[in-house]
């Protein structure tokens, strides 16, 4: 005779092993981790200039103390400390107007236009690239060898020719840029959905077939809801890769406006912080659009029957 018993959870937790239970814990161990190692960083970095300071000062026997937090708070430093990226995007976010040219989403806006321009692009040619693939041999055989080869040449040496070949034909602005990012996100979309309208099992693709299924019928009723998972998978992916792009194509133009624009300023007048800042406002544009991909591959899937 057995009885079942409900398996309570363990009683008696510390604080921190509760914490950890969750999935807030790690994430906020893992970023306290990385702090720390930042200013670690930043200390051993700009100690080396900021002693130089102390012997044209005539100053010595620094206390340790004074010399951390006097390498924290230099004006133009090797490795900015994490508060004062915060610092410069919090005076060039919310004290700065958005139409300002020093205001960080304006740039970052400038940087978002082709960002999306160019994944929406990417996207399109991506899937139109895929069906011709998976439902012709001679695409297959031909077309897919180039579109691997065509991610084997670096970005930073074809973005010029793009730029200089559409401004010899009069385009030049936003799709330059645009194309860039298309250039980056097309290829992970194309993989993605000949991947996803190649999964469906030959069992179903026969009893299409039975059913005497067109083509059309068989992609939109089959391979196509197939694909999807595999097709929002990719854009992630691309979305990505579109802002690396769209930030890339402003490099090689002298762009005045954009994310771009912000880092080679930075980096002609040395000012790190505003380069780390750049950085780290780019980091969360992309975080955001691969949440909102994400959220939009929740929804759909959910409205066809396939959440996860």
Known sequence: MTTDTAISPPRNLSPFAGLMRGTAGPVILVVAVI???????????NTPFQEGIYERAGQTDVPISQLITDTLAQERPVLPAPHQVV?????TTVLKKITSKRSLIFHTGITLSSTMLGFVIGTVLGILLAIGIVHSRVLD???MPWVISSQTIPILAIAPMIIVVLNAVGISGLLPKAMISTYLSFFPVTVGMVKGLRSPEIIHLDLMHTYSASRAQTFWKLRFPYAVPYLFTSMKIGIAASLVGAIVGELPTGAVAGL?????????????VQIWSALIMAALLAGSLVGIV?????????RMGMAR
């Open 35 to 45: 702090f720390a190692i930042w200013y670690l960083a930043a200390v051993l970095l």
């Open 87 to 91: 610092e410069e995007i919090y005076k």
């Open 141 to 143: 055989k031909s077309l």
């Open 260 to 272: 771009g624009a912000r880092l080679l300023a930075g980096s002609y007048y040395g000012q790190t």
């Open 294 to 302: 994400g959220m939009i591959e929740k929804l759909t899937l959910k």
